[in-house]
C-alpha cells in the first residue's frame, strides 16, 4: 500500500477513535499532573465524533475528509488541544484539497501545513514542551523520506520514530503555554501529554499501513 | 461535595434553563444552542460587543450581558472554552454592521477558540477586533505582562468599553478604550479553600483549613506563596504591594478598587478588606474614585478573594460612571467630581 | 476557620470601617457609635424606616439603608440584637416628624430591644410603630405564625415598604402595606453545612458533607428534616411544598421569587434551584412577576439556599417594581404588566 | 441588718459581679446546650459594668441605683437576658424610687415590679421554662415573709430557696421562648439557664444579708 484513499482514510479514523478511547486513562493522568486532566475525554469524544462524521460523508477527496473531521473537532471539543487538533486537521485538509489519492509526499506536505496551523494558532514553537514537539520531527522525517523516495510505510515508520523520540524529549523542556506553564521548573521531567497525543495520531496511520 | 445540583452532567445547561427563565426580558440565546447568550435589548449600528469563557465563575462571564455593557456571550463547560462555533453564532447575531468586539480573558483555549471565531467571522464579511485581558500579576512577571491571566479585573473593561459603544464609538474607538482599560488595571488574588468541578465530584487541589495560597487563580493555578493564614491586614499588605509596584500606582493618581470574593467568602470579609485598601491608598496619596465591593468573578464556592485596582483618567472615570443594567449588575449614573 | 479577618473581636467594627469608607456619600453612623447607621440621603417630611439586627448576615440588613428602601439600622455583634439605645439614637436620626415604623425579624433579642426603643422613643415625642416580619414555615407550624423566625422575605417588606414611605404615604399607610407583605410572604431553607462566629472559631452545629438539614435558621437553629444530600430538583420540591400550602399559594396567583443563597452556594445552583421552581410554578398556573436570585440574607459562609414567594397584587407589584438605591441593592423601575 | 442603704447596694453589685463571673463558665455551658453559649459573658460583663457604674455614682436613693444598673445593662449588653435584667432593674427601681432605705416589703416590691417587667418585655409567663421561673416563685416567697414580718435575712433565704426549687423545676418544662424554643420537647430534662440566673441574683442578696 503507498497511497490512501477516502475509504482508508476513514479507517484510520477509526482507528483513532479506537486507540485515543484505550489511552483514555493514560491520557487523563498525564494531564492532570499538570493540567485539568482531560485530555483523555476530549480526544476519545472528539475522534469518535470524527470517526462517526465521517462515516456516511460520501466524498472522495481526501483533504476534504481531513477538513470535514476538523469541523468536528472544532464544534465538539473546544480545549486546548481539541481546537489545535481542528485548526491542524483544518488547514492540513486544505493543503491537499482536490487529491483523491494521498502519496508520502502528500502526507508530509497534509501535516507540514497541520503543523504549521497549529503553531500559527497556539503561538508555540518546537522546544515549548506542546504537541509541536512530537509532530515536528514527525514531519521532517516525513519530508526527508519522501525527498529519498521512500515507501509510505517506510516514511511513516520513520516519522512516528521520531515522533515517539519527540515525546522523550519533551521531558527535558519546561512548559510554556497552557495550563502547565503555570508549574514552569516543576514541569521538567514529565512528558508532555499534547506531545503524546501527536505521537499516538502518527501511531494509527504507521500502524495501518503496516499491516 | 456540598452542591445543589442534579446530573453534574447537565449543570452548566441546567443553569442556563434556570437564567432565562429568570431573565426573559434581558437576555435570549441563538442557534438553539443554551450556550450561545445574547442580550434581549439590541440597538441598531452599534458596536457589538461579546466575551466567553468557561462556566463556574458567575457573574463571569455572560452576567455582564445586557444595557451598557455586553452583547453576547458565549458559554463553555465548567472551566472549559466555549467553541469557536459558538462564538461565531454569537457574532453573527450581535453584529449591526458596525463590526464586533471580542473582549475575554488570556487563557490559552479560550485565546485559540476566539481567534478561530475571529477567522470564521471575516469569511462572513464581519469585522472583529480582539482585546485579551490580562492582569492577575501573580501570574507572570513584569515584562510578561502577555503571559498573564485575565481575572476579575475584566469586569472593568466591559464596564468601560461598555458604556462607549452604548455612545455609539467606532469598533477602532471602542477598542482603543478597552485596551487602555487592560494597560491600567492590575490583581492580585488570594485562595483559601478549593472548589469542586461538579463533573469530577473533588477538589482538583487542596487548601488546607487554616492555610492560605496567594496569588492563586480562579481555576486554582498555582499561586506565588502557600502559607498560614494571616490577619486580614497582612493579607491586604502582601496583596496590595505588588499591585501598586506592578503599574506602578503612584502619589496623585485616582483609582477605582473591585474587592472581590471568589465565592464562599463573605461580604463582611470583604469590607474589612477594604478597610485596609483604603488605609494604605490614603496614606500613599492615591484617591479612590468608586469602589466595587462583592462577587464580581468567582470559582464557585472558593473561599477568598482578589483585590483590583483601575488607574483613571477622565475618559475612563467618565464612562465607568455611566449607567449600566445586567441580570447581575445594576448601576445608576455615579456623581463624577 | 477559612476567614479574612483580623481579631474576631473587631470583626463588626471593621466592617463598619470599610462600609462607611466604601459607601460615603450613601451611609454615616449617627452618635459617634458606628453601629448606629443612617441614609446619607434624606427625605423631608417622609415616615422613617428602621430595621436592626445582628451582624453576619450581609446584605441584612443594613446593605439595604438607601433611596426607596430603609432609613436606618442598628448593628449588633455577629447574630446579637444590637441594644435598644442603638435603635434610639437611630430613631431620633431618621424622625422628621412623620414617626418612624421599625420592620424587623422575629428573634427574642430583636423583638425586645425593639420593643424597649419604642418605648423609648414614646419618651422623646417619637411615634413609633413596629412591623415584625417571621416567614420560615419551618419554624412554627400553621396557627403559630407569630413564632416563624423572620428569614430572607424580609427584603420585600423593606422593598416596598420602602417604596410606599418614598411616595410620601402616612406611617399607618406604610405600617398596612409592611404587614400585607408580611402576610403574603413564605420562605423554607436548606443548608448544606455550617458556619462559624469568628468569636468562637469553630462551627456552633455540625452538617456533615453530602448531607442537608432542611428548615435550618440563618443562625442554626434546628429544622425539620436531616437527610442525605438529594438533587437540587428534589430538594426543591421538599422546600417549596410546605410554603405552598402554607398560604396557601393557588392557581392564577401571581408572585415574585426570591432564591437566596446563604453565603458560600454560587450563584450557578441558585439558577438550577430556580429552574426548578419555575418549573413547578408552571405547573400550578402561578405566574411570577419578577424573581431575585442571588444573596439577600446570608449566614457567613454557610452553603445552602432559601426559597421565599411572596403573593402579589396590583399595590404589592406597583411597590416592588419602583426603583431603589443602596449599597447592595441597585433597581431600576420594573416594567409592570 | 434589716435594711438596705445605698452602700449596701453597691457592695451587692460587687457581689453579683463576683458570683457571675465565678459562674461565667457554667452558664456558657448550660446555654451552650440549646443556645448561642453567651449567657456567661454577658452576665459578667453586664454585672461587671454594673457595679463599676454605681462605682461612683453619688445618689442615697435605691430606687435609682438599681435604675441605674439597668440602664448600664440596657447599653452595654444587649442579649435577651441582658435585655431583660434591664427591664427588671428599671421597673424595679422605678418602683422603690425615693427610698433611701429599703426593707424587706420593698424588696418584695421592688422584685414584684421586676419579675413583672420581664414578664411584659418577654412575653413569657410561669411555666415557660424562663428567668421567670426562678424569680416569681422568690417573689411570692419575699411577700408572705413580708406579710409574716419575717427579718430580712429570713425572707431572702426563703426567697433563695424558692429559687433554686424554681430552677429544679424548669426541668420538667418544654422551652416557649428565645432560641431553646426551636427545640421544644428536646428541652426538657435540661435546666433553664435564664431560671438560674435569676436563681444567682437572688443569692447573691441572701449571702450579703446572710454575713
Ligand atoms: N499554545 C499551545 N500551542 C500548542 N500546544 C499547546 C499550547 N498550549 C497547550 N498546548 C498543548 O496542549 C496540551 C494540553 O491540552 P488540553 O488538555 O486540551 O489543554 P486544556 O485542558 O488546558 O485546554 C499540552 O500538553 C500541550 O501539549
Ligand atoms: N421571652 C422571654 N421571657 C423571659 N425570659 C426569656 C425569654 N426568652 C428567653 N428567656 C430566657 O433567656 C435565657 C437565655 O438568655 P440569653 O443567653 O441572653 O439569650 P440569647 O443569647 O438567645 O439572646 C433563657 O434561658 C430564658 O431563661
Ligand atoms: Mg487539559
Ligand atoms: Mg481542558
Ligand atoms: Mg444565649
Ligand atoms: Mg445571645
Sequence with gaps: MNTLRAKEIKQIFNALADLMSEKKEWLIELDGIMGDGDLGLTMSTGFIKASEGLKDFE???VGKLFAKAGMIFAQSVPSTMGTLMATGLMKGGKAIQGKQEVYLSDMAQMLNEFVEGIMARGKAKPGDKTIIDSLYPAVQALKSA????????????????????GVEETKNMISKHGRAAYYQEKSLGKQDPGATVGMLFIKAFTDYVAV | MRKLINDPANFVDEMLQGLYAAHPEKLKYVNDDLRCVVSAKTKKGKVGLA???GSGHLPLFLGYVGEGMLDGCSVGGVFQS?????MLEVTKAIDSGAGVLYIYGNYGGD?????????????EGIRVEQVVAGEDVASAPKGKE???RGVAGIFYVYKIAGAYADEMASLDEVKRVAEKVCANVRTMGVALSPCTIPEVGKPSFVIKEGEMEIGMGIHGEPGIRKSELKPADSVVDEMLQPILEDLPFEKGDEVSVLINGLGATPREELYVLYRRVNQILKEKNIKIFHPYIGEFATSMEMAGASITL?????ELKRLLAKPANTPFFVQEQLEVR
Design chain 2, 82 to 86: 466555549p467553541s469557536a462555533n459558538q
Design chain 2, 111 to 123: 485565546v485559540m477558540n476566539f481567534d478561530m471565531a475571529a477567522e470564521m467571522a471575516d469569511l
Design chain 2, 146 to 148: 502577555d503571559k498573564r
Design chain 1, 59 to 61: 466524498e472522495q477527496d
Design chain 1, 146 to 165: 519522501a525527498e529519498e523516495q521512500k515507501s509510505l510505510k517506510e516514511g511513516l515508520t520513520l516519522a512516528y520514530q521520531a515522533a515517539v523520540q
Design chain 2, 310 to 314: 483601575l488607574r483613571l483618567d477622565d
Design chain 2, 51 to 53: 466575551t466567553g469563557g
